[in-house]
Protein backbone atom coordinates (compact mmCIF):
# COMPACT_ATOMS: atom_id res chain seq x y z
CA UNK A 1 0.00 0.00 0.00
CA UNK A 2 2.74 2.30 0.57
CA UNK A 3 4.59 1.53 -2.49
CA UNK A 4 1.31 3.03 -4.02
CA UNK A 5 1.30 6.19 -2.44
CA UNK A 6 4.75 6.69 -3.34
CA UNK A 7 3.65 6.38 -6.77
CA UNK A 8 0.79 8.28 -6.79
CA UNK A 9 2.49 10.97 -4.96
CA UNK A 10 5.76 10.54 -7.51
CA UNK A 11 3.78 11.04 -10.32
CA UNK A 12 1.45 14.03 -8.79
CA UNK A 13 4.54 15.69 -8.28
CA UNK A 14 5.69 15.36 -11.86
CA UNK A 15 2.83 15.64 -13.27
CA UNK A 16 2.21 18.88 -11.92
CA UNK A 17 5.21 20.42 -12.11
CA UNK A 18 6.00 19.81 -15.96
CA UNK A 19 5.72 22.64 -18.27
CA UNK A 20 5.96 22.02 -22.32
CA UNK A 21 4.61 18.34 -22.38
CA UNK A 22 6.15 14.69 -22.34
CA UNK A 23 9.93 15.42 -23.61
CA UNK A 24 10.06 18.02 -20.59
CA UNK A 25 9.15 15.58 -18.31
CA UNK A 26 12.03 13.19 -18.88
CA UNK A 27 14.30 14.93 -16.76
CA UNK A 28 11.94 14.69 -13.23
CA UNK A 29 10.97 11.23 -14.24
CA UNK A 30 14.45 10.12 -14.44
CA UNK A 31 15.72 12.06 -11.21
CA UNK A 32 12.66 10.09 -9.08
CA UNK A 33 12.88 6.38 -11.06
CA UNK A 34 16.62 6.72 -10.57
CA UNK A 35 16.80 8.74 -6.85
CA UNK A 36 14.07 5.47 -5.78
CA UNK A 37 15.99 3.03 -7.47
CA UNK A 38 12.77 1.88 -9.46
CA UNK A 39 14.64 0.80 -12.52
CA UNK A 40 18.04 1.29 -14.49
CA UNK A 41 19.12 4.16 -16.94
CA UNK A 42 19.02 1.55 -20.04
CA UNK A 43 15.48 0.37 -19.05
CA UNK A 44 13.67 4.18 -18.46
CA UNK A 45 15.67 4.44 -21.81
CA UNK A 46 13.61 1.51 -23.06
CA UNK A 47 10.46 2.52 -21.87
CA UNK A 48 10.92 6.16 -23.13
CA UNK A 49 11.13 4.91 -26.65
CA UNK A 50 8.19 2.58 -26.04
CA UNK A 51 6.49 5.20 -24.75
CA UNK A 52 7.11 7.55 -27.75
CA UNK A 53 6.50 4.58 -30.16
CA UNK A 54 3.04 3.10 -28.68
CA UNK A 55 -0.13 5.24 -28.99
CA UNK A 56 -1.54 8.36 -26.94
CA UNK A 57 0.41 10.72 -24.65
CA UNK A 58 3.81 10.21 -23.57
CA UNK A 59 3.13 11.11 -20.09
CA UNK A 60 0.31 8.30 -19.82
CA UNK A 61 2.73 5.90 -21.52
CA UNK A 62 6.07 6.62 -19.53
CA UNK A 63 3.95 6.43 -16.05
CA UNK A 64 1.71 3.57 -16.97
CA UNK A 65 4.95 1.56 -17.67
CA UNK A 66 6.92 2.71 -14.98
CA UNK A 67 3.63 1.93 -12.44
CA UNK A 68 3.16 -1.72 -14.27
CA UNK A 69 7.17 -2.81 -13.40
CA UNK A 70 7.20 -1.43 -9.80
CA UNK A 71 4.35 -2.69 -8.45
CA UNK A 72 2.15 -3.87 -11.16
CA UNK A 73 -1.55 -3.53 -12.38
CA UNK A 74 -2.42 -1.43 -9.20
CA UNK A 75 0.89 0.60 -9.53
CA UNK A 76 0.10 1.35 -13.19
CA UNK A 77 -3.39 2.62 -12.58
CA UNK A 78 -2.29 5.19 -9.54
CA UNK A 79 0.68 5.55 -11.31
CA UNK A 80 -1.14 6.87 -14.43
CA UNK A 81 -4.05 9.09 -12.36
CA UNK A 82 -1.04 10.46 -10.48
CA UNK A 83 0.50 12.25 -13.88
CA UNK A 84 -3.37 12.79 -15.13
CA UNK A 85 -4.94 14.37 -12.20
CA UNK A 86 -2.88 17.68 -11.65
CA UNK A 87 -3.16 18.08 -15.65
CA UNK A 88 -7.10 18.04 -15.51
CA UNK A 89 -7.40 20.00 -12.76
CA UNK A 90 -5.18 22.80 -13.96
CA UNK A 91 -6.66 22.73 -17.25
CA UNK A 92 -10.33 22.87 -15.90
CA UNK A 93 -9.41 25.56 -13.68
CA UNK A 94 -7.64 27.75 -16.87
CA UNK A 95 -10.89 26.99 -19.19
CA UNK A 96 -12.82 28.74 -16.39
CA UNK A 97 -10.82 31.57 -16.25
CA UNK A 98 -9.37 32.23 -19.31
CA UNK A 99 -10.38 35.13 -20.25
CA UNK A 100 -8.81 36.82 -16.98
CA UNK A 101 -5.62 35.06 -17.43
CA UNK A 102 -5.03 36.23 -20.99
CA UNK A 103 -5.60 40.02 -19.61
CA UNK A 104 -3.26 39.57 -16.80
CA UNK A 105 0.40 40.90 -18.09
CA UNK A 106 1.39 38.99 -14.99
CA UNK A 107 0.05 35.99 -15.81
CA UNK A 108 1.33 36.23 -19.55
CA UNK A 109 4.86 37.21 -18.49
CA UNK A 110 4.98 33.97 -16.45
CA UNK A 111 3.80 31.70 -19.19
CA UNK A 112 6.37 33.02 -21.74
CA UNK A 113 9.36 32.69 -19.44
CA UNK A 114 8.76 29.21 -18.78
CA UNK A 115 8.68 28.74 -22.40
CA UNK A 116 12.20 29.25 -22.17
CA UNK A 117 12.56 26.83 -19.19
CA UNK A 118 10.95 23.65 -21.55
CA UNK A 119 13.46 24.25 -24.14
CA UNK A 120 16.12 23.65 -21.55
CA UNK A 121 14.43 20.61 -20.29
CA UNK A 122 14.12 19.05 -23.51
CA UNK A 123 17.69 19.78 -24.34
CA UNK A 124 18.78 18.21 -20.89
CA UNK A 125 16.34 14.88 -22.08
CA UNK A 126 17.79 14.69 -25.72
CA UNK A 127 21.29 15.23 -24.01
CA UNK A 128 20.49 12.15 -21.55
CA UNK A 129 19.31 10.08 -23.75
CA UNK A 130 21.33 10.64 -26.38
CA UNK A 131 24.35 10.15 -24.19
CA UNK A 132 22.38 6.71 -22.76
CA UNK A 133 22.15 5.42 -26.36
CA UNK A 134 25.13 6.14 -28.05
CA UNK A 135 27.64 6.02 -24.90
CA UNK A 136 25.74 3.17 -23.30
CA UNK A 137 27.51 2.27 -19.70
CA UNK A 138 30.28 5.23 -20.47
CA UNK A 139 28.85 8.46 -18.56
CA UNK A 140 26.51 5.74 -16.06
CA UNK A 141 30.09 4.44 -14.88
CA UNK A 142 29.67 1.04 -15.57
CA UNK A 143 32.44 0.19 -17.60
CA UNK A 144 36.38 0.93 -18.21
CA UNK A 145 37.76 1.73 -21.23
CA UNK A 146 38.62 4.43 -23.82
CA UNK A 147 34.83 6.34 -25.01
CA UNK A 148 35.61 5.74 -28.34
CA UNK A 149 35.47 1.75 -27.91
CA UNK A 150 31.98 2.34 -25.97
CA UNK A 151 30.39 4.09 -29.00
CA UNK A 152 27.21 2.87 -30.49
CA UNK A 153 27.87 3.04 -33.81
CA UNK A 154 24.89 0.91 -35.46
CA UNK A 155 22.94 3.35 -33.06
CA UNK A 156 24.52 6.33 -34.34
CA UNK A 157 23.80 5.46 -38.09
CA UNK A 158 20.61 4.22 -37.34
CA UNK A 159 19.70 8.08 -35.52
CA UNK A 160 21.56 9.60 -38.65
CA UNK A 161 19.65 7.68 -41.23
CA UNK A 162 16.24 8.77 -39.41
CA UNK A 163 17.11 12.46 -39.55
CA UNK A 164 17.75 12.30 -43.01
CA UNK A 165 14.33 10.68 -43.84
CA UNK A 166 12.48 12.64 -41.80
CA UNK A 167 14.27 15.99 -42.50
CA UNK A 168 15.07 15.63 -46.01
CA UNK A 169 12.76 12.71 -47.57
CA UNK A 170 9.79 14.31 -45.02
CA UNK A 171 8.98 10.49 -43.92
CA UNK A 172 5.79 10.16 -41.91
CA UNK A 173 6.65 9.81 -38.68
CA UNK A 174 4.38 6.82 -37.89
CA UNK A 175 6.51 5.08 -41.22
CA UNK A 176 10.13 6.79 -39.90
CA UNK A 177 9.10 4.56 -36.62
CA UNK A 178 8.54 1.63 -38.13
CA UNK A 179 11.47 1.74 -40.70
CA UNK A 180 14.16 2.22 -38.08
CA UNK A 181 12.27 -0.29 -36.20
CA UNK A 182 12.90 -2.79 -38.69
CA UNK A 183 16.14 -1.51 -39.73
CA UNK A 184 16.87 -2.01 -35.62
CA UNK A 185 16.29 -5.55 -36.09
CA UNK A 186 18.28 -6.33 -38.89
CA UNK A 187 20.97 -4.23 -37.52
CA UNK A 188 21.10 -5.41 -33.70
CA UNK A 189 19.54 -8.56 -34.51
CA UNK A 190 21.73 -9.75 -37.20
CA UNK A 191 24.70 -8.63 -35.67
CA UNK A 192 23.59 -11.11 -32.66
CA UNK A 193 23.37 -13.89 -34.80
CA UNK A 194 26.74 -13.08 -36.16
CA UNK A 195 28.29 -12.82 -32.64
CA UNK A 196 29.71 -9.26 -33.68
CA UNK A 197 28.15 -7.82 -30.40
CA UNK A 198 27.24 -4.09 -31.71
Not at 11 to 23: S, V
Not at 74 to 95: D, H, K, N
Not at 115 to 129: K, Q, T
Request: glycine share 12%; aromatic share 12%; charged share 10%.
Amino acid sequence: MMQLLILFATFFKIGLFTFGGGYAMIPLIDHEVSSRGWMSVTELTDFIAISESTPGPFAVNISTFIGMKTAGLLGAVVSTLGVVLPSFIIILLVARFFGNFQKNRYISSGISAMRVVVIGLIASAAYSLAATVFLGEHLTGGQSGSMLSQVNFAGLLICVAAGFLYFKKKLHPIALIGACAALGVVVFGGADLLGWGI
